[in-house]
């Protein structure tokens, strides 16, 4: 049997939380039936070596980082190589991620007739009221695309409110983890050590990029809330890349008088074993799809806080897993948090029910059971 050529199309590797989802599902679809390859329209991203020692080859277009300086010329020079990347290699199905990917390579896939045409979006549309016109393109590739996914019912909502009639179209594929990457509390003290974080002190961490949306500013004001009512020590890691708000974050904090307790960490791959470190897990986005690092948190057996926002009320089961306050409420977060921090049975509780959650309803392997099924649904 003549294996599928599949070519899932992204921005760029870079790490994010869709990006280490892809790094976890492709390796598990690449087999027999499936020869895959994952096209960067921008750029290969710091996760393409982990792709490509999965076996899978990450391919972009030449000389396109040139040309950034001028996006219409960008755009085009993209659109063209794609265009002839299809017509030479002729994919059988084409799968794409993310807004900028799926207008292009959408566009692209529906005139050069690909077979199977597959858009995943992985955040709530908020941004379509900022980019009107990209809610159009949208909106009309969408009646030309086999199936539609979303990682939460919150997207698949807003999904098929766009589609009307086509609703049937849409399908929900929960993200899934692998859970044995995490939870070594073993490494715990060592870790602390390293990043000289006092022995009893209390530790949260925040896995987000940093980006407006993901509630950064809202968390320091309620970490200068938590700083006066706290009796013992405490720091907050935050890991995430910067996408140029973090000399503002570090004078808030300093102005709020929290500079030695943050720890601004940047773009990490040991996210398991900083978790291990921590003791409460928290995400204060004013948007969302369905957060990876919550998924992360919870399999850390970390009690996660985070905001009502996205898919974040389908993974917390507030007061079970968890606590889910309102968006955009410093308040509220820091009186959850403050909870969790000066009762260590609750602590527990709650990480162990998360973690256990993970593992029955969004482990890796169901999540790629889902993808597979409905690969194979669309080829037969």
């Known amino acids: 049997m003549l294996k599928k050529r599949m070519f899932v199309v992204i921005g760029s590797l870079d790490v994010g939380g869709t990006e280490r989802h892809l790094c976890s599902v492709l390796p598990h679809l690449k087999d027999k039936k499936f020869d895959i390859t994952v096209i960067g329209l921008q750029r290969r991203g710091d996760l393409a070596p982990e792709m490509e020692a999965a076996g899978i080859p990450v391919i972009t277009p030449p000389f396109s980082t040139r040309l950034r300086f001028c996006r219409p010329l960008h755009l085009l020079v993209v659109t063209i190589w794609l265009a002839q990347v299809f017509r030479d290699r002729r994919p059988d199905i084409v799968h794409t991620f993310l807004p900028e990917a799926y207008i292009i390579a959408g566009s692209v896939s529906i005139i050069m007739g690909v077979p199977i045409r597959i858009m995943s979006r992985r955040s709530l549309n908020n941004y379509?009221?900022?980019?009107?016109?990209?809610?159009?393109?949208?909106?009309?590739?969408?009646?030309?695309?086999?199936?539609?996914?979303?990682?939460?019912?919150?997207?698949?909502?807003?999904?098929?409110?766009?589609?009307?009639?086509?609703?049937t179209k849409t399908h929900l594929i929960y993200s899934g983890l692998e859970v044995e990457r995490f939870a070594r509390i073993e490494r715990r003290s060592d870790i602390r050590a390293e990043l000289g974080i006092p022995k009893e002190a209390i530790v949260f961490a925040t896995i987000a990029n940093l980006i407006p949306y993901k509630g950064h500013a809202n968390l320091l004001e309620a970490f200068e809330d938590i700083s006066k009512k706290l009796s013992v020590q405490w720091r907050l890691i935050c890991v995430g890349k910067d996408s140029g708000i973090l000399s503002t974050l570090k004078r808030q904090a300093h102005e709020k008088g929290l500079g030695g307790e943050i720890l601004w960490l940047g773009q990490r791959t040991d996210v398991p074993d900083l978790l291990a470190a921590a003791d409460v897990g928290v995400l204060a986005s004013l948007e969302e799809g369905f957060p990876t690092a919550v998924m992360e948190g919870m399999a850390a057996g970390l009690p996660m806080v985070v905001t009502d926002v996205g898919g974040n009320?389908?993974?917390?089961?507030?007061?079970?897993?968890?606590?889910?306050?309102?968006?955009?409420?410093?308040?509220?977060?820091?009186?959850?948090?403050?909870?969790?921090?000066?009762?260590?049975?609750?602590?527990?509780?709650?990480?162990?029910e998360g973690r256990a959650r993970i593992i029955e309803e969004f482990s890796l392997e169901r999540c790629v059971a889902n993808y597979r099924a409905l690969y194979d649904s669309l080829l037969h």
């Open 313 to 352: 009320r389908e993974l917390v089961i507030d007061n079970k897993t968890g606590i889910v306050v309102p968006a955009q409420c410093p308040k509220k977060i820091a009186s959850a948090l403050l909870n969790l921090a000066n009762d260590a049975g609750l602590r527990e509780a709650m990480g162990l």
């Open 128 to 167: 379509h009221s900022r980019r009107p016109f990209a809610s159009l393109v949208e909106r009309f590739l969408h009646r030309h695309m086999h199936t539609l996914l979303g990682n939460s019912a919150a997207i698949i909502k807003q999904l098929r409110e766009e589609m009307g009639e086509r609703q």
